[in-house]
């Protein structure tokens, strides 16, 4: 479980890294069309939603009364769906503003050492008591860090369909 879930880490930052590398500086921070969110805003804010799980790992936790993957299904279902459009929650929507791919680049790195040590350090099958996903409830550790990877796919692909607007403008 812990071997399986560190290569999905990987693959999925390593993925994300190709996404972001396409685009130019200034290419970064265009709105591609109405309504969407520029590249540098979507990066920001799979940091912003990728951010702090060692904290919330290290604090209370239960022992699970269920398989420690159950819900992993239901959040593919949903996030992986790219024919729907999903409103952020207030508390990880990105700032408007220009945005330095480098340094974004760099935090994306820490998030991605912080997530490889939690599923080597924590037991996954615990649930952290302070951790929640509105309509999902509570999550193993295990389901928490699955969560944070197929909520970046999410946006890998919506970084990829960024770059195909741009690049067609």
Known sequence: MKTEIQKDIVETFQKLNKGISQFSESEFNMIPYQGSWTAGQV?????????????????????????YDEKIKEIEKLF???????DSPASIFPEKKEYSKNDLSIK????????????EQFDLTLIPVKFQIPGFGEFTIY????????????????????????TKL
């Open 43 to 67: 990066v920001q804010h799979i940091i912003l939603a990728a951010s702090g799980y060692p904290e919330v790992f290290s604090g209370e936790t239960q022992k699970s009364t269920r398989k």
């Open 80 to 86: 992986l769906n790219f024919s729907i459009k999903m």
């Open 143 to 166: 389901e928490c860090i699955r969560f944070a990877l197929i909520h970046t796919q999410r946006h890998t692909h919506q970084l990829n369909t960024i770059f195909q607007y741009i």
């Open 108 to 119: 994306l790195l820490q998030i991605e050492s912080e997530l490889l040590n939690a599923a």
